[in-house]
């Protein structure tokens, strides 16, 4: 697959969806300060989901903003999007730029070490727009990353999500894979995460 003219990038997964991972996206200088300036700047607020029946506290906080207030539920919670920030305009910029692709939303996570982490699902919500590419972000902390077929739960693919890299999930991959971030107890830094994601908007 080519994107934005300059990539010509292996697909990661070997059927029913797109996986494309650039390790370097971004240099390590830039990763480093937008994880610096994200860490201090962003409202990081602890997540809540409903499992079973039950609303859970997490450790891991998250923020949520766009180019609107786009209300967006997840979970059984309901967040509204607060407004670009400097770094966040600059980092999407710089993605659709490159991929010749839009977005306009992004979901952040704040993982405070590898005893926090995300457990198998799919970025599929009715609000989204059906198929539409997510670019996920890492700053910080490396950690491996798992997708499984949803038909074939034991056919898995692996990544190490380095600092400073961008996975493109394109297709109908959140209709056919889940994916997940497992703990990793030996890493102790902290990692950032953003997934740049497309809300439907009104006609």
């Not at 306009?104 to 005893?115: D, E, I, P, V």
């Amino acid at each position: 697959m080519e994107v934005g003219g300059d990539f010509a990038l292996e697909n990661r997964l070997p059927r029913d969806g797109s996986a494309y991972y650039w390790a370097d996206f971004f240099s390590p200088n830039e990763q480093a300060d937008f994880f610096a300036a994200l860490a201090t700047n962003i409202a990081w607020q602890q997540d809540e989901v409903v499992l079973f029946g039950r609303r859970i506290i997490t450790a891991r906080k998250v923020a949520w903003h766009g180019t609107e207030p786009f209300a967006y539920t997840y979970s059984r919670s309901t967040r509204v999007a607060a407004p670009w920030t400097t770094e966040l305009s600059e980092i999407l910029r710089q993605i659709e730029r490159t991929l010749g692709l839009s977005f306009n939303s992004c979901l952040l996570n704040l993982y405070h070490h590898g005893g926090e982490g995300m457990g198998w699902h799919s970025d599929d919500e009715s609000s989204l727009v059906p198929d539409s590419p997510i670019a996920s972000v890492s700053f910080g902390a490396a950690r491996r990353f798992y997708f499984r077929h949803r038909r074939e739960p034991a056919e898995k693919v692996s990544l190490l999500l380095k600092p400073g890299s961008l996975l493109l999930m394109a297709g109908p991959t959140q209709r056919h894979w889940q994916h997940a971030l497992p703990k990793a107890l030996r890493v102790k830094e902290p990692r950032i995460n953003l997934t740049f994601r497309t809300m439907k908007t009104n006609p």
